[in-house]
């Protein structure tokens, strides 16, 4: 397979310090690698949140469905990533959505959103799954006073969006609420909740193979070969031959597997630091004592929540390259943007720190249809970072579209547009920098 990132990034040393792993090991997602050869009506590429999610949909439909990663389940991003059950999937805004695809496919898009969270509730309420979910809604912070007018001229598109009431916060509000720090104020959109990603992992995990999905890790695919009706699937230790195939591989894709997934991904990278429990007097000091899931206004925002158990998480987007130094460095750099909000932390250990793939698109919406050139296959990416909800939604929208009916669930014309390629190809990485920085000078000058 070939990546745009070095080997550094596919390998064990940047999920070394997750902290899911501590509450899911990695042990209990291991699963037997492919041996000899196989025959289903669908192999699913990927066992993150999509891939799983159309394997259970499938299997509830009597496909007879094998599942393969090339690690183990959830090993990915669906494994490590800061447990937002968001709205969101897409980083076009309203006016590039409404200027691309139209008004009515806008207003889709916007209620597909609380769908696809409305899908992983269900999933967690009808599977048993308990994932340690809490807060009400999601909370934006204004990194500004100018972001703070934008919120209060805006909060309406909630109402009109979602049907629902949104809550607007000025500072003030904010030290009330437990949700101190430099913000200017801030908006509470009552959809959504956090969870522990790697416990709705296995949750899904155990409910496909009950319903008779077959999983396999350690199962890289190291080429796809058309045989007359058929995909035929090359792995180290065997064969696998369905009449249909889904990708499911996100950020982690590579370029030649299939060939035409090359240059129509974008991997970016997430960090993540989860301090030691937090004590009472120490929550009060930071006035941060809320359960609420937040993030702020920034283009390359910041995400935070105190869990349960008292830890807390912060992530930012970030990192450009992978290597031990770099992620030393961003290890670093993300606990000097911890600092510089919760300076009242200054003292906590983060003992756990790691970073993760998230996936853009160069239209900057995700994609979920059939792959060109390949009859009977499809893919589904690109969820810029809010992967939990639409992820699984997803997946079962490719379960559909795999068994060749129309899905009874909404499909936005937003994510069946033909998913374009990004320019120069193998080095479009060389992007991001400009972007990242032209993306720094906005946060700072709004």
């Not at 899911?20 to 009506?41: E, K, Y």
């Not at 690690?71 to 800061?82: D, E, K, L, V, Y």
């Not at 559909?400 to 080095?427: S, V």
Request: charged share 15%; net charge positive; glycine share 12%.
């Amino acid at each position: 397979m070939k990546h745009i990132f070095g080997p550094h990034a596919y390998g064990p040393d940047p999920v070394k310090g997750n902290y899911w792993a501590t509450t899911v090991p990695d042990a209990a997602l291991s699963r037997a690698p492919v041996t000899g050869d196989i025959r289903a009506d669908v192999t699913v590429i990927g066992a993150g949140f999509t891939g799983l999610s159309a394997a259970l949909h499938l299997a509830q439909a009597g496909a007879d469905v094998v599942v393969v990663d090339a690690q183990h389940p959830g090993w990915g991003a669906s494994g490590r990533n800061g447990g937002f059950c968001c709205l969101g999937g897409a980083k076009a805004d309203d006016a590039m959505i409404r200027h691309q695809h139209g008004e009515p496919a806008r207003a889709d898009w916007r209620r597909t959103e609380a769908d696809a969270i409305a899908l992983v509730a269900d999933l967690l309420d009808r599977h048993g799954i308990d994932a340690d979910t809490h807060s009400q809604g999601e909370t934006l912070l204004a990194h500004s006073p100018a972001a703070m007018r934008a919120m209060a001229a805006h909060a309406g598109d909630a109402t009109r969006d979602y049907g629902v009431t949104p809550t607007l916060h000025d500072a003030a509000d904010l030290d009330r609420l437990g949700l101190s720090g430099p913000f200017h104020g801030g908006v509470t959109v009552p959809i959504g909740f956090a969870l522990n990603p790697r416990k709705y992992l296995a949750g899904l995990l155990r409910a496909a193979g009950n319903a008779g999905a077959r999983i396999h890790g350690q199962s890289p695919v190291t080429g796809i070969a058309r045989n007359g009706d058929h995909h035929q699937l090359t792995l180290p230790q065997g064969r696998i031959t369905a009449r249909r195939l889904i990708l499911a591989t996100n950020g982690y894709s590579s370029e030649d597997v299939p060939p035409w997934m090359a240059a129509r991904y974008m991997p970016a990278q997430s960090n993540v630091l989860v301090t030691r429990p937090l004590t009472e007097t120490e929550k009060q000091a930071a006035g941060w004592t809320s359960a609420q899931m937040a993030f702020d206004s920034r283009f390359l925002l910041h995400y935070f929540r105190l869990m349960p158990d008292n830890r807390f998480l912060f992530g930012r987007r970030g990192g450009l390259t992978s290597s031990p130094a770099a992620d030393r460095a961003a290890i670093r750099t993300t606990r000097a943007h911890f600092d510089a909000m919760f300076p009242a932390w200054h003292h906590v250990e983060t003992p756990h720190n790691w970073s993760g793939m998230v996936c853009l698109s160069a239209g900057l919406v995700p994609y979920c249809g059939p792959i060109p050139g390949m009859p009977g296959a499809f893919a589904g990416f690109a969820y810029h970072g809010n992967g939990v909800a639409m992820g699984s939604y997803t997946g079962a929208l490719l379960a559909d579209l795999a068994l060749g009916r129309a899905p009874d669930r909404r499909y936005p014309t937003l994510m069946q547009a033909p998913a374009t390629r990004f320019p120069l190809g193998r080095f479009r990485r060389a992007l991001m920098p400009a972007i990242y920085a032209m993306a720094g000078i906005r946060d700072r000058l709004s």
